[in-house]
């Protein structure tokens, strides 16, 4: 059956094992999080040893990993085998039999990283009747604050409003690596201080409060030109840290829901941010921009990111450095 990473956990943390997870998609964080919960909790350290086996795809085959599954504990419950890399395995169909009729004391946990089973496959067919199925999809970014808020929440922490989009602009949708960064942040905090605020992430991460992707497009909505021009100068000096690419993603990704804002039916702002995939107190930006910027000016904005992002992947010959295009599509953007 297919089950979502929550009710995976809830039913691990419950001590509630199934005898297969076949877990697949493109999303990493997912899978390692089922598969490190289950390597670490499933059985007593003790016994891991003896029963518990790690094997990757490009070593082995499915034969050799139905083999593995078929063997007994040594004096425990259970066995643990863990297929990492299983997406480099010549084939699956050696599966389809043990899913049919798998070990009751053996927990086959198979990590299917970047690609996913078809549900045409016999071996899928097998797997919905006796294991679990888990597809670890990419979150969009507009889901990743409300992510970190969660992860935040789940050590005990807090955050304040902007804190969830400066890490967004700045890490992207990598969960492994936004998870990362805020571990080590919660470990360099304060005991007392348990609310992240957009000084620590400065500070311990690294992320200018002030100069950042977040804060350029809050500038360009209220056409605060003195406040752009600042941020996009500080950009155009450290470009390692502020690359063109992603500060053109964001400025597109804020005037095109800025767009889509003007043509909505309801723009009350229960209605208008789930419509727009924002959480709503954000909504005042996109307010104040839809009142700067009409839509037809919009549309010439999201016109000049598509040929600036031409002209920053060379397609167009410019000789112009990418803090001097950034300046240019600024101006225009404003003027």
């Known amino acids: ?7 995976i956990m809830k039913d691990l943390k419950n001590k509630v094992y199934r005898s297969v997870y076949f877990l697949a998609g493109q999303e990493p964080y997912f899978i390692d999080k089922i598969t490190e919960y289950i390597a670490s909790h499933a059985l007593p350290e003790e016994a891991r040893s003896f029963n518990q086996m790690i094997v990757y795809g490009k070593d082995t085959s499915a034969h050799e990993i139905v083999d593995l599954s078929r063997r007994f504990p040594m004096m425990s419950s259970h066995m643990v085998v863990i297929v990492r890399e299983a997406q480099d395995l010549p084939s699956l169909e050696a599966f389809e039999h043990y899913f049919n009729s798998p070990m009751k004391s053996t927990i086959l946990v198979i990590n299917y990283k970047y690609k996913i089973l078809s549900k045409r496959l016999k071996v899928y067919k097998a797997l919905e009747k006796n294991g679990i199925y888990f597809e ?16 935040l929440k789940s050590k005990g ?18 969960l492994n690596r936004i998870a990362g960064e805020l571990d080590k942040l919660m470990i360099v905090l304060p005991e007392n201080e348990k609310t992240v605020t957009a000084s620590h992430i400065e500070e311990y991460i690294g992320i200018s409060k002030e100069y950042n992707n977040f804060e350029l497009t809050n500038a360009l909505a209220r056409k605060d030109i003195l406040k752009s021009n600042r941020i996009v100068k500080h950009f155009g000096n450290n470009p390692k840290n502020n690359p063109f690419i992603v500060t053109l993603s964001a400025i597109y990704f804020f005037f095109s829901k800025v767009l889509a804002y003007h ?73």
């Not at 059956?1 to 009710?7: A, I, P």
């Not at 670890?136 to 992860?151: A, C």
């Open 136 to 151: 670890s999809k990419k979150l969009y970014e507009d889901k990743i604050p409300l992510w970190i808020e969660n992860y």
């Open 1 to 7: 059956m297919e089950m979502s990473y929550e009710q």
């Open 157 to 174: 922490y807090s955050m304040n409003a902007g804190v969830g989009m400066m890490l967004t602009e700045h890490l992207g949708n990598d």
């Open 263 to 335: 043509y909505l039916p309801n723009k009350s702002r229960n209605q208008a941010a789930p419509a727009l995939r924002v959480r709503p107190f954000f909504m005042k930006e996109y307010e104040t921009a839809a009142r700067n910027y009409s839509p037809e000016k919009l549309k010439q904005i999201i016109g000049m990111l598509r040929k600036y992002d031409v002209k920053s992947k060379g397609f167009i010959p410019v000789s112009t450095e990418e803090g001097d295009l950034l300046k240019e599509l600024i101006y225009k953007i404003l003027h």
